[in-house]
């Protein structure tokens, strides 16, 4: 059974930096494109991030392009996003989610709460 | 600046036939978008509905379908059921790796 566990939300001050973490299991990791999708409190959905499953090429939308860098470890069925300058406008609950193909999410974790503020 | 429009509420009768849709601020959508829909209800993780325009997703009941409509992509749901209510999001895929999503439809069953 594919199971998505995001980790690593809190609170971070304007400017400041964050680690998100998605563990995967059920699934062969390294076959899949893995992407982050945010919510900010009370809005729709938006694409924030994806990685291809064996070369590693990343997409950013033009909002976190910069300042979010996606990677994940293979090895370790994890994804992660890097996550820094971070602005009021990032506050969001993030979701990782498996690209059963690229542009088709089939599997996604429970989210993971993050808040920027002083 | 390409946006992916929504209607941002819709209602429709139990039992009743709705078709929501999903459009482009500037050009006509097609199957090369390979526009996909989600349903989420509060506190709950997206669910996948129709993918590629229009393939089920596991498990959706037979009456979610989607569709090229003009020049938009639809989400149609006949005989709709209190459970229907939710909120509906398409994405479409923009080329070169990225994706949007519409702003969402808040879907009334009523």
């Known amino acids: 059974e594919v199971h998505l566990v995001d980790s690593g939300g809190g609170l971070a001050q304007p400017g400041g930096s964050l680690r998100l973490s998605c563990a995967a299991s059920?699934?062969?990791?390294?076959?899949?494109?893995m992407a982050w999708v945010r919510q900010a409190p009370g809005k729709g959905l938006e694409w924030v991030s994806a990685?291809?499953?064996?070369?590693?090429?990343?997409y950013y939308a033009d909002s976190v392009r910069g300042r979010f860098t996606i990677s994940r470890d293979n090895s370790k069925s994890r994804l992660y996003l890097e996550m820094s300058s971070l602005r009021a406008e990032d506050t969001a609950l993030y979701y990782c989610?498996?690209?059963?193909?690229?542009?088709?999410?089939?599997?996604w974790g429970q989210g993971a709460l993050v808040t920027v503020s002083s | 600046q390409t946006v992916v429009i929504q209607e941002s509420s819709f209602s429709v009768s139990p039992g009743g036939t709705v078709t929501l849709t999903c459009g482009l601020n500037?050009?006509?959508?097609?199957?090369?978008?390979?526009p996909s829909w989600y349903q989420q209800t509060p506190g709950q993780a997206p669910r996948p509905l129709i993918y590629?325009?229009?393939t089920r997703s596991s498990g959706v009941p037979d009456r979610f379908s989607g569709s090229i409509l003009g020049n938009k992509a639809a989400l149609t749901i006949s005989g709709a059921q209190a459970e229907d209510e939710s909120d509906y999001y398409c994405?479409?895929?923009?080329?070169?790796?990225?994706?949007?999503f519409g702003g969402g439809t808040r879907l009334t069953v009523l």
């Open positions: 990685i291809d499953g064996s070369t590693g090429t990343t």
């Open positions: 500037s050009g006509s959508v097609s199957s090369g978008y390979y």
């Open positions: 590629g325009t229009n």
């Open positions: 989610a498996r690209a059963y193909y690229w542009y088709y999410f089939d599997f």
């Open positions: 994405v479409m895929y923009m080329g070169s790796g990225i994706l949007m």
């Open positions: 059920g699934f062969t990791f390294s076959s899949y494109g």
